[in-house]
Every structure is written in C-alpha cells, then in structure tokens.
C-alpha cells in the first residue's frame, strides 16, 4: 500500500496553487446508474438513496465554494480562515465517493484462485487456471467500472528495480570459483537456481545464465519493454482480453520452449489491473485481489506483495478440499492473514475451502464415522463432507484467531468463517446447484460489505460537510459575538487539560505491551538456536539447498519463491516475541467499548468531552449569534479526530514490524558474509557464519533492541498524535474566533446551501 501524506491538521491543499482550482465534474446520471446493476432492487433502492443525498451535499459543496471563489478573486489579502475554508471545501468535494474495498484471495499455486474470480464475475477461463504447465505468475487485481471495454494495464519493474534484481541473480549464479570451474548437474540445482537460470533465459536468451553483470547491462532483452514501463490492452469482449492479457500472468513449465512475444517479457511484471466494465455481479467500488502466496525474490514485487495484504480489508485464504486439513504451506497462509489483522487494515478473514466437488464416494463411504443415514448418492456425500469441513474448520479458526486476536475483535463475532465453494460445478451443475457452490453467497457478501461502507462513509461525509457549510454562514455574520466565547478562552484552557489526559491515556493504553515484549525476549533467547537450526535443516541434506541460502543470504534472510514455501530467518527467530505481544497488540488498536488498553475508545472519548464543553460553553454565553460557529466546532471536531484513526492504521504496521526489522538490520552484516562464500563445503561454512552470527548479536542484545525499537515506535506514535491535535484544534478554534468582517457579502445567502441539505 503506497503511504500517503498525513492530512491530519494541515491544509488539503497548496493554498497559493491550488486556491482557485476547479472542482472535478460530477459523474453523469447514466454512469451511477451502472454502479447499481449487481444488486437486487431492494439494495438497489438504499444505495440510489445514499447515492442522491451525496450527489445533494456535493452540489450544495460546490455552489458554496463558487460563491467564496467569487468574493475573493480580486482580493490581495485574503485571510487565513477564508483559504483554510475554501481549501476544506475542494478537499470534500474531490473526495472519492468510495474508497475500494480491497478482497485479498490468498492461496498457494494449484488452490483454485483464479478459477474462484472467473466464477464470481461470471467469466469463465477469463484469468488462466493453474494446471500441470501453467499458474498466475503475479499479482492480479480484478474491478468493475463504468468503462465500456475491458481494459488491463500491466506494471512493470523499473529500470532502476530491475538492475538492483538482475545484480543478484548474477550473484547467486556466480559458481565458478567453489566449482573449481566444473559444471553443475541439473539434479544439483535447488529451485531458487533454477529460478534464476529460467529469468535471465526468458529475457536474454540461452545462455544469459553464463553472463556477468556487466555483460547483461548491455544485453538486449528479446521482448519488447515500452518505456512508459506500463502496457495497456483493451477488448470489447471478455473473450478477446483474456486471449490478449493469457500470456502475461501466467507461468509455464522452464521446458516449455513455445514461448511468445509476451512471455519473454514475464520477470519484468510487478502487477497487472484489470478492469471489466458495468459488471452486473462484481459492483463497482470493489477490487478483488489474485494474491500468490508466498511473495517473491524480487524485492520490490515482494514489498508490494505484503503491502497489498495489508491494505485488504478482507481476506479470504483459499485451500482446496485435499489440503485443508494440514500442511505446512496451508498454516503459513493462516499466520499471515492474522498479522495482516495485525498490522494492517483487514478485519474480517474467511477460510474458502475449493473443488469441494471431489470426493471417491468408496473411500469415503469406507471412513465415514457420522450419522446413521445411508448416503445415497455422490451429491448426498459430498453435501455431507461439506458441511462437516465446515464444522471442522470453523471451530479450528476460530480457536487459533482466539488466541492471536482480542476477545472482542469483530471477525470472531462471525457465525461462519467457512465456505465450501465449487467452481467447476458452478459451470457444470452435474453435483450441485448453483446455490450449494456457494458462488452465490460470496458475491452476497460482497455487495453487503460495499453497501455497509457506503451507507456510513455518506453518513460521515454529509455530517462533516454540514459542520463547513455552518462555518461558511458563520462569515457572512456582522453581529459582534460575546467576548468570553469569542476568544474560546475557556475552551482554550479545557482543551490544553484534556490533551495532557489523553497522553496519559494513551500511555496506558501502551503499557500493557512491556511485560509480554519481556516474556517474548526472554523466549527469544532461549529457543532461537532450535528455531535456526530448523530452518537451515533441509531433508535431503546440503544437495541443492546451498543456492537457496545463498539467496537466503543475499535478500538478508528472507527467500519468496512462487513454488516453495517462504523462508524468513528474521521473521522466524522473533516470532515467540510476536506470540507472546499478538493478542495485546491487537487489543491496542482495537476499536469498542472503551478500556485502558484500547487506544481509539480513548480518542473517541477525547472528542465527546469537547464536544460537551462546546456546548457547555454555549449554552452558558447563548447562541443567539453563533450557533453556526458551535456546531462547526462540533462537526470540525468529529472530522479531525475522526482522521487520526487511519493515521494510526497506518503507523501501526512500521510498530508492528519493528521487531523483525530491526533483528534483520542487526543481522545484515552476518548475512553479507555468508552471501560470500564460495568454495568446497560452502554451504556448511554458510549456515556457520550464520549460527556464529545471531550467537553474536543476540549475546549483545539484540533482541532487547528489538524490544526497545518497538517501544520507541510506540512512544513515537504517542507524540505524532497529540501533536496533530494540539495543532488541527488550535487551527481550527482561531478559526471560529475569527470573524467575517462583512468583507464577504455575497455568502449572505449561504444559509440557503445549508438549509437545502
């Protein structure tokens, strides 16, 4: 997820560039009209509602900031409580009608990811379907719109990106010296070799794996690279784009030698978008996420992978019905939808179980334990092991989410964290209706995810709107307004009080995580060589796994392969540290009923006792005169703290993995010297340096600095926020205290705005 600037108590915009800047159109009647197709008429009916009180206040926004614009044209001063007003007023109505709701599907190769989005959008074989020679390669994000044509854009790797990936391929390739110059057997090449090999293959030609660095530089790829670093395909039929788009997300086999034009260009694909237009089942507003699940070697791909995890709010982990019931590839999907409850914006995971349409009815009528009734058929057998994986799983996830999350925290609120989905009989419907696939039910809970959304970010836009527009009519007052309130000088006092309170609060809120950050060190400390030593154990010994460490080595200890499971060392070795902070560190941002532990209950009670004192104050002086001016401050006040809470989502991911950033700092120069080694025994003389190592660092602390970087980071984020509120409030009670002056009478009549909302 790419940050963005903290809009917290600063100006929406560049006052002296953007002042006089014309709003955005507004989205033509026909187009909204669109957005409403994948929905049945009674939702349809609550959406075009919201849709039309929006489209209202919107058109109320811009007429009120036309009328400023106008009076204050000519102007060569203009005060600062005008341009904070105006700037406020074009902030709201640019603001997007939606933000997406990003729907992460994160499952291994082979897990039915794809074949699941062709079955929700109704498009069958749109994205490639995994098979014995082919998967999707990378990140796949699939929307509707109101386009006319389907459209993908590729993203490529930069230049500059693809240098830093190519000098470590050649890197981990680079054998001559520990082979004394022999060849290596193709039985000897571990998967991260084979990898490599396959890359610089694919854009250079056979016999790029033999190259230098140098040499490669000036090599020229075989595909065509547009130096936008983007390609754009467009189609009118969903046919005709997924022929187009086919080679460029998906993978064959390294024997596979009919490659075309496109796929000579596939190491270089960051992530692809696509888009479908005015989807009757897919509404618009909503992104479904193709996510592979174990990252990359590529670092930037790799970032990116983690970053889109985080920014799902939704994620759904897709196994299919012959690996739900154990494996290592299975848990590890599992860990890392929790942590992206963690760290990240997800708050609701569900477990979808895929090709639930297979079943031997022999074997299983052989180990079948329930029930007395006699199966029948196939359909009745397979019904019946669905709804036991349901049973099953869900008292599974939900125990493991219990241990990992609050015991408040929304997602363990669900009845059901399962579904058991078909597409292959979604299609076909030999087994099962259509509602038994429950395709059905996942676009159902789609569309009421999007419609919750809605109907609270209009509830908030049109509340934070009126608080403007009251402080718009405020300036077209000439009365002179009572001293005591004018100057806000009671209000100034309790303010500073509440502050100093909610740094208290937030200080409890953060005190709970120091005594299980010590029994995590402390576990660190002690089981940290038995963790070690099994992630540099593999089965079959040292045969093949030396390039794999290498790679290890040279990404300072983390190895994403598209096939393997995904090797962290950093990750590994503070992870009883993380078992012991998860379920505080959850509770921490957590939102509810307040408790010292629980950080935005605090803020939100913060805002309640200034909004009280506003009124207060107001009722102590009257409102006569500056009722406005009160209920701004109020709405102003809902709307500033109200943003701290997405300024915390995202500082929280940076505390989260502080632990492991900063293990992986410390260990950076060990790795860079075992990332050297060449020669006989090389990968023993590796994992050595490695052991000697974190044996090292840890002997001089370096899980307790991990330990303190966490707490600065928290100390840090104390600080940022009491900041933005000492300066938004104090912005914005100089800007009630301001007055009109009567410069500005063609804003007379905006109370005739107000009223029309």
């Known amino acids: 997820m790419e940050e963005t600037?903290?809009?917290?108590?600063?100006?929406?915009?560049?006052?002296?560039?953007?002042?006089?800047?014309?709003?955005?159109?507004?989205?033509?009647?026909?187009?909204?009209?669109?957005?409403?197709?994948?929905?049945?008429?009674?939702?349809?009916?609550?959406?075009?509602?919201?849709?039309?009180?929006?489209?209202?206040?919107?058109?109320?926004?811009?007429?009120?900031?036309?009328?400023?614009?106008?009076?204050?044209?000519?102007?060569?001063?203009?005060?600062?409580?005008?341009?904070?007003?105006?700037?406020?007023?074009?902030?709201?109505i640019e603001k997007p009608s939606l933000d997406p709701i990003y729907i992460g599907l994160f499952g291994s190769t082979g897990a039915g990811k794809s074949s699941?989005?062709?079955?929700?959008?109704?498009?069958?074989?749109?994205?490639?379907v995994s098979g014995e020679s082919i998967c999707t390669s990378c990140i796949v994000q699939v929307r509707s719109g109101c386009c006319e044509q389907y459209e993908a854009k590729i993203h490529l790797l930069s230049?500059?990106?693809?240098?830093?990936?190519?000098?470590?391929?050649?890197?981990?390739?680079?054998?001559?010296?520990?082979?004394?110059?022999?060849?290596?057997?193709?039985?000897?090449?571990?998967?991260?070799?084979?990898?490599?090999?396959?890359?610089?293959?694919?854009?250079?030609?056979?016999?790029?794996?033999?190259?230098?660095?140098?040499?490669?530089?000036?090599?020229?790829?075989?595909?065509?690279?547009?130096?936008?670093?983007?390609?754009?395909?467009?189609?009118?039929?969903?046919?005709?784009?997924?022929?187009?788009?086919?080679?460029?997300i998906r993978t064959k086999r390294r024997d596979w030698h009919g490659e075309s034009a496109e796929t000579q260009i596939w190491p270089l694909i960051k992530h692809v978008e696509v888009t479908l237009p005015k989807s009757e089942l897919i509404p618009e507003g909503v992104v479904l996420v193709d996510i592979p699940g174990t990252g990359d070697f590529n670092s930037k791909r790799d970032e990116m992978w983690k970053k889109t995890i985080d920014k799902c709010s939704v994620i759904?982990?897709?196994?299919?019905?012959?690996?739900?019931?154990?494996?290592?590839?299975?848990?590890?999907?599992?860990?890392?939808?929790?942590?992206?409850?963690?760290?990240?914006?997800?708050?609701?995971?569900?477990?979808?179980?895929?090709?639930?349409?297979?079943?031997?009815?022999?074997?299983?009528?052989?180990?079948?334990?329930?029930?007395?009734?006699?199966?029948?058929?196939?359909?009745e057998a397979v019904l019946e092991?669905?709804?036991?994986?349901?049973?099953?799983?869900?008292?599974?996830?939900?125990?493991?989410?219990?241990?990992?999350?609050?015991?408040?925290?929304?997602v363990l609120e669900a009845s059901n964290l399962v579904y058991t989905v078909s597409a292959q009989e979604y299609w076909q419907q030999a087994l099962l209706t259509e509602e038994e696939t429950e395709i059905p039910k996942l676009r159902e809970y789609i569309r009421k995810r999007l419609l919750d959304k809605k109907r609270r970010m209009v509830t908030k836009y049109v509340t934070e709107a009126f608080g403007l527009l009251l402080l718009t009519d405020s300036f077209s007052c000439t009365d002179n307004l009572p001293n005591e309130y004018l100057h806000m000088s009671g209000l100034r006092g309790f303010v500073e009080e509440k502050i100093q309170l909610l740094e208290k609060a937030i200080d409890q809120c953060f005190a709970p995580i120091v005594?299980?950050?010590?029994?995590?060190?402390?576990?660190?400390?002690?089981?940290?060589?038995?963790?070690?030593?099994?992630?540099?154990?593999?089965?079959?010994?040292?045969?093949?796994?030396?390039?794999?460490?290498?790679?290890?080595?040279?990404k300072n200890g983390i190895y994403a392969?598209?096939?393997?499971?995904?090797?962290?060392?950093?990750?590994?070795?503070?992870?009883?540290?993380?078992?012991?902070?998860?379920?505080?560190?959850?509770?921490?941002?957590?939102?509810?009923?307040?408790?010292?532990?629980?950080?935005?209950?605090?803020?939100?009670?913060?805002?309640?006792?200034?909004?009280?004192?506003?009124?207060?104050?107001?009722?102590?002086?009257?409102?006569?005169?500056?009722?406005?001016?009160?209920?701004?401050?109020?709405?102003?006040?809902?709307?500033?703290?109200?943003?701290?809470?997405?300024?915390?989502?995202?500082?929280k991911r940076k505390i989260y993995e502080s632990l492991t950033t900063s293990v992986q700092n410390d260990l950076k120069p060990c790795y860079e010297e075992a990332a050297q080694i060449t020669g006989k025994k090389a990968c023993e003389r590796m994992k050595d340096i490695i052991r000697r190592g974190v044996d090292r660092q840890v002997a001089e602390g370096m899980f307790e600095r991990a330990q303190e970087r966490m707490q600065h980071q928290f100390q840090q984020l104390k600080n940022g926020i009491t900041e933005k509120v000492k300066g938004s409030i104090a912005t914005m009670l100089t800007l009630a205290s301001s007055q009109g002056d009567g410069l500005y009478k063609e804003l007379a009549d905006a109370e005739t705005e107000t009223q029309m909302r």
Not at 183 to 202: G, N, S, T, Y
Not at 339 to 354: E, H, N, P, S, Y
């Open 561 to 651: 392969s598209r096939t393997l499971a995904r090797i962290d060392l950093n990750a590994a070795i503070t992870q009883p540290i993380y078992d012991q902070i998860d379920p505080v560190f959850g509770g921490i941002f957590r939102a509810g009923t307040p408790t010292n532990s629980a950080l935005m209950p605090h803020i939100d009670a913060f805002k309640h006792s200034l909004q009280e004192k506003m009124m207060e104050i107001g009722i102590r002086n009257g409102w006569k005169h500056d009722s406005y001016k009160k209920s701004f401050l109020i709405q102003e006040i809902s709307a500033i703290l109200g943003g701290l809470e997405e300024h915390i989502l995202r500082k």
């Open 5 to 92: 600037e903290d809009f917290v108590g600063q100006e929406p915009h560049p006052v002296d560039d953007d002042l006089f800047k014309e709003p955005m159109k507004k989205r033509r009647r026909s187009d909204r009209d669109q957005r409403f197709r994948a929905f049945p008429s009674v939702e349809q009916s609550a959406l075009k509602e919201y849709e039309k009180l929006e489209s209202r206040t919107r058109r109320v926004l811009s007429n009120t900031y036309q009328k400023l614009i106008q009076s204050v044209f000519l102007d060569d001063s203009i005060p600062n409580g005008v341009k904070y007003l105006i700037n406020r007023l074009l902030t709201l």
């Open 385 to 410: 092991r669905n709804e036991m994986i349901k049973i099953q799983r869900n008292r599974i996830l939900k125990e493991k989410l219990k241990r990992k999350l609050p015991a408040d925290c929304k």
């Open 116 to 128: 699941l989005i062709n079955a929700i959008i109704q498009q069958a074989m749109f994205l490639p």
């Open 515 to 554: 005594q299980p950050l010590q029994e995590g060190v402390r576990n660190a400390r002690t089981s940290y060589r038995r963790i070690l030593g099994a992630c540099l154990v593999r089965s079959r010994g040292n045969q093949g796994f030396h390039q794999t460490l290498k790679a290890v080595c040279l």
């Open 316 to 379: 759904w982990v897709i196994s299919d019905i012959e690996r739900v019931s154990g494996g290592r590839a299975h848990e590890d999907l599992l860990n890392e939808s929790i942590k992206a409850c963690q760290r990240g914006f997800c708050r609701d995971i569900a477990l979808v179980v895929t090709k639930t349409d297979k079943l031997h009815l022999p074997e299983y009528l052989r180990e079948r334990k329930v029930g007395n009734q006699a199966i029948q058929s196939q359909r």
């Open 159 to 248: 230049d500059q990106e693809w240098k830093e990936e190519l000098k470590t391929l050649t890197k981990l390739l680079h054998r001559t010296e520990e082979l004394g110059g022999e060849e290596v057997d193709a039985w000897d090449r571990d998967e991260a070799m084979e990898e490599a090999i396959w890359k610089l293959q694919i854009l250079y030609g056979n016999g790029a794996e033999k190259k230098n660095y140098e040499e490669l530089l000036r090599a020229k790829p075989k595909g065509k690279i547009p130096t936008s670093r983007i390609i754009t395909l467009k189609a009118e039929e969903a046919g005709e784009l997924s022929v187009k788009l086919d080679p460029y």
